[in-house]
């Protein structure tokens, strides 16, 4: 909380058929807007790429895998990790739900007990 954040991002789509892939390169920029934080910046660095079968015109199931640097921040390098998200994507036009599991699979939170779950409306003008 009470942080503005900064985003750039370089995204390609490569299609092959049915097979789609999306690698991302992005810098997460979080600036403290408050002067109530220990650290005025906080930044990472993320690289992922997405993969997925068109399996319908409605239908995508796939996976990303992604990880993450800090930057600047020493003592927050435990934040860094690798995660495996399988997914299934309903593309509709303009808008795109989509449903996901978030597993890590390296980093301090990779364990037997953490999973996360992703419900995503992508909204495309």
Do not use: C
């Not at 005025?40 to 015109?57: M, N, W």
């Amino acid at each position: 909380p009470g942080r503005l954040g900064l985003v750039p991002r370089i995204s390609a789509r490569i299609q092959f058929g049915r097979l789609m892939l999306r690698p991302t390169i992005k810098v997460e920029n979080m600036l403290d807007v408050t002067g109530d934080s220990a650290h005025t910046y906080v930044g990472e660095i993320v690289a992922g790429v997405r993969a997925g079968v068109r399996v319908a015109s409605f239908l995508e199931p796939g996976v990303n895998v992604w990880t993450n640097a800090t930057i600047l921040q020493q003592d927050n390098r435990k934040r860094n990790m690798g995660v495996v998200e399988p997914y299934v994507r309903f593309p509709n036009k303009a808008v795109t739900p989509t449903l996901g599991v978030v597993i890590p699979f390296a980093g301090q939170v990779a364990d037997d007990s953490t999973l996360a779950f992703r419900l995503g409306i992508l909204w495309e003008l």
